[in-house]
Nanobody, 121 residues
């Protein structure tokens, strides 16, 4: 059983930056593909970004390409999401997820509790 804990969310102005972290425990972190999702009130969950188990490949949703960067440190069991040039439409609860299924499926086995990101205009 993998436990995931997100941190780093908060309130930021348009154009600002935040770095989200997701610390994993209870499993072999380097075996898992990791993903970031977000969900805004009244909207469907959106697949934001993903990184393969060894960091060899990454994925970004169209809405965040060029602004967000995903990375991981397998020695620290942590995945990061660097978010730059933030926009009000990035406001959402951000969740990290872990899974062994191919990241392209968007299917993950374990989920964190989420961290709120609010971008003010």
């Amino acid at each position: 059983q993998v436990q995931l804990v997100e941190s780093g969310g908060g309130l930021v102005q348009t154009g600002g930056s935040l770095r989200l972290s997701c610390a994993a425990s209870g499993g072999t972190f380097s075996n898992y593909n990791m993903g970031w999702f977000r969900q805004a009130p009244g909207k469907e969950r959106e697949y934001v970004s993903a990184i393969t188990y060894n960091g060899g490949a990454t994925y970004y949703g169209d809405s965040v390409k060029g602004r967000f960067t995903i990375s991981r440190d397998n020695t620290k069991n942590t995945v990061f999401l660097q978010m730059n040039s933030l926009k009000p439409e990035d406001t959402a609860v951000y969740y990290c997820a872990a899974g062994m299924t191919a990241w392209s499926t968007g299917y993950y086995d374990y989920w964190g509790q989420g961290t709120q990101v609010t971008v003010s205009s």
